[in-house]
């Protein structure tokens, strides 16, 4: 590179290592391109249906067996952790339970974490403490 201008050798140099940086984030993006869609799942009668959005938002709806309804959403995206979506939640209904002892807010950790796989192209595992959900593609 000699009789090159420093400018030119930064553009050199970074042409240099931004091929290798881009083709590093595309199997993120596949990863997130995957995960992109609505998924559904039913685990000991529950029903839940989660949409994760390409805009980074997701929804979470869940029926129970006795008929109500309980529905989370906010933010999704792959954290640091290979295999690991995070949910961050900012908005959830019911927001209060009432019963005959009276009524008492319900509060929401402000973030959620599963390891997840992809044993089927229509298959989404996902894996916390709160236990494994098997979520099956429905768009």
Request: aromatic content about 8%.
């Amino acid at each position: 590179m000699t009789g090159h201008s420093i400018a030119t050798r930064r553009i050199v140099l970074g042409l240099g290592l931004g091929l290798p940086l881009a083709l590093a984030r595309r199997p993120a993006a596949a990863v997130e391109d995957g995960l992109v869609g609505a998924w559904c799942a039913t685990q000991d009668g529950v029903e839940f249906e989660l949409a994760l959005m390409p805009d980074g938002r997701f929804r979470r709806q869940e029926r129970m067996t006795d008929g109500t309804a309980a529905m989370t959403a906010g933010t999704w995206r792959l954290i640091e952790t290979p295999g690991t979506l995070r949910l961050d939640i900012q908005d959830w209904a019911p927001r209060r339970l009432c019963d005959a002892l009276g009524c008492s807010d319900i509060r929401m950790a402000a973030v959620e974490s599963y390891r997840f796989a992809f044993p089927a192209a229509d298959t989404l595992l996902l894996q916390s403490g709160a236990g494994r959900f098997a979520f099956r593609r429905t768009g």
